[in-house]
């Protein structure tokens, strides 16, 4: 069994995730079998995160479920600990910022590997943060603590690259994306993190409006569009990819198609029950309507932005607080669209 856990952890790669659920699936047989609770909270939270990168958060939810009632009949501190990754997962989903923070710190806190835990605990804290306070705050600090935690990982130089457009040096984020993208992205290693690494990087085009270097990694993504990111070492969710590929299709000038993936992704946020992400996805959706102008599309972004001020108002969500304002000042005239893809991902 040990064999099967393994890998697990080494099938991540998104071509592998057949695999994966396989070899979840034989791990939990064996552990029913064998009669190890706590190998089978391990099999059904595997099983789980990979549902979640599969756009079936429903499905994932049923196994998260089955896990923390297992885990509740064990009653050791590392197997519950493992189990409540969902009571995360459903916290940040609903817009429950604080519950997920506070549940992320006590999750970790139970994590038998202290290495896994503090890696863990940053990736989450920094997404929850994101999407709490705004864009902007706290990003000099966390690329400051990445960079020198791991200055040589392709994560960092993705994750660094997409901090860089964010901060409006773009010559530096696309010199960057331009050594990651080497002979195929050669840089970026195929494994478990591949898939949210160049998502990560994609940032750069889209942010940038460089349908060039949109265009390569357009159609790099473009074979897992049902699938949905999960960042730091799964430990919290994200957007569906079909979002990004809209991003990146703006950039590329393909407004059409854009429209398409930003319908994917609100339906499969909308199928999944994932309201946080919806609204995600809608902020960014306005940036095509705000780009093509017309009058319905312009009603369009009005309707989204009333939508996402009342949720971040609700939800304290300040990420989406500051991108209402943006749509706001775009509508007013305030930004020209050509500027508002930018502009929607800035705190000011």
């Known amino acids: 069994m040990r064999v099967l856990s393994v890998r697990i952890l080494i099938e991540g790669a998104p071509d592998l995730v057949e695999a994966r659920l396989e070899s979840c699936n034989r791990l939990l047989k064996l552990s029913n079998e064998a009669n190890l609770p706590a190998t089978k909270v391990e099999a059904l939270v595997a099983r789980a995160l990979t549902y979640v ?3 079936q958060a ?3 939810e049923q196994d998260f479920r089955q896990a923390k009632r297992i ?5 050791d501190a590392g197997t519950l600990g493992q189990a409540a990754i969902h009571d995360v997962f459903r916290a940040f989903w609903d817009g429950r910022l604080h519950d997920a923070e506070q549940l992320a710190c006590a999750q970790v806190a139970a994590d038998r590997d202290p290495v896994r835990a503090r890696l863990t605990l940053l990736g989450r804290l920094f997404g929850v943060h994101y ?3 705004g864009e902007t705050q706290g990003r000099v600090t966390t690329v400051t603590l990445v960079e020198g935690a791991f200055p040589n990982a392709a994560s960092t130089g993705c994750f660094v690259a997409a901090e860089q457009a964010h901060a409006g040096n773009l010559a530096a984020a696309r010199s960057r994306f331009d050594a990651l993208a080497a002979d195929d992205f050669a840089a970026i290693p195929f494994g478990p993190g591949w898939l949210v690494d160049l998502a990560t990087l994609a940032l ?3 942010l940038a409006d460089d349908a060039e270097r949109a265009a390569l990694i357009y159609a790099r993504l473009t074979p897992y569009a049902e699938r949905s990111l999960v960042y730091a070492l799964e430990a919290l969710p994200g957007a569906p990819v079909s979002c990004m590929l809209g991003m990146l299709a703006i950039a590329i000038g393909d407004l059409r198609t854009a429209q398409r993936w930003f319908e994917q992704a609100v339906a499969s946020c909308q199928r999944q029950n994932v309201p946080l992400l919806s609204h995600v996805v809608h902020s960014e ?5 705000l780009r093509r102008g017309s009058t319905a599309d312009l009603r369009r972004a009005r309707a989204i932005k ?3 001020r009342a949720f971040a108002e609700a939800h304290g969500v300040g990420l989406l607080t500051v991108r209402a304002e943006n749509i706001e000042r775009a509508l007013l005239g305030r930004l020209s669209p050509a ?10």
């Open 204 to 206: 750069v085009p889209h």
């Open 58 to 60: 429903e499905r994932a």
């Open 306 to 308: 009333n939508d996402l």
């Open 131 to 133: 999407v709490r306070h």
């Open 71 to 75: 885990a509740l009949e064990v009653g």
């Open 339 to 348: 500027s508002s893809l930018r502009r929607l991902h800035a705190d000011g």
């Open 53 to 55: 990168s599969l756009s």
């Open 285 to 289: 959706y306005a940036s095509l309507l």
